[in-house]
């Protein structure tokens, strides 16, 4: 974990920023561990997550992943060649080919779940049931609200 001047001070609120930014850290390096022990980076980790409830086509990959379809492309091709997805063609666009995962890369999307679960568990530990359940409506309300496409400013407004 990073070490803040709120730290420091032993401050019990690192304020709204410092904090989001720790937690993401955090939460971001435990997954990080949890997918290397697969030999998965963390953009492999991303599409392996987006398959676990659905079989989107290389479009709709492209927007969940927030990469273009050329960079979606490469990805899948190199997950395809480790037998971990498989192209389908769309029955409702013959256009489209839908990904979906394989078999192998179910049993290690439900493994890294499982654990990445456990770690979170260990790390939320300390908080009450309710604390829990606040933390993830919360957390669900910020998801929910940011959708990716809102472009990052230093915020200063621009004549």
Not at 19 to 25: E, G, I, N, T
Not at 70 to 94: E, F, I, M, N, Y
Not at 106 to 128: E, H, K
Request: aromatic share 4%.
């Amino acid at each position: 974990m990073q070490y803040t001047a709120a730290m420091a001070r032993g401050d019990d609120d690192l304020g709204i920023v410092d904090a989001l930014a720790q937690l993401s850290f955090a939460v971001q390096g435990m997954l990080a561990r949890r997918a290397s022990a697969y030999d998965l980076s963390m953009i492999q980790t991303r599409l392996l997550g987006v398959l676990r409830d659905r079989e989107p086509t290389m479009q709709e990959l492209a927007r969940l992943l927030g990469l273009d379809k050329s960079s979606v492309s490469g990805l899948v091709d190199r997950a395809q060649r480790r037998g971990l997805v498989q192209r389908t063609p769309a029955l409702d666009d013959r256009r489209a080919v839908r990904v979906k995962l394989t078999s192998s890369g179910r049993r290690i999307v439900d493994t890294v779940a499982t654990r990445f679960s456990s770690d979170i568990a260990s790390v939320t530990g300390s908080l009450s049931a309710p604390d829990t359940k606040q933390l993830s409506r919360l957390a669900t309300r910020v998801v929910r609200e940011y959708d990716g496409s809102a472009p990052v400013t230093d915020g200063q407004s621009r004549p």
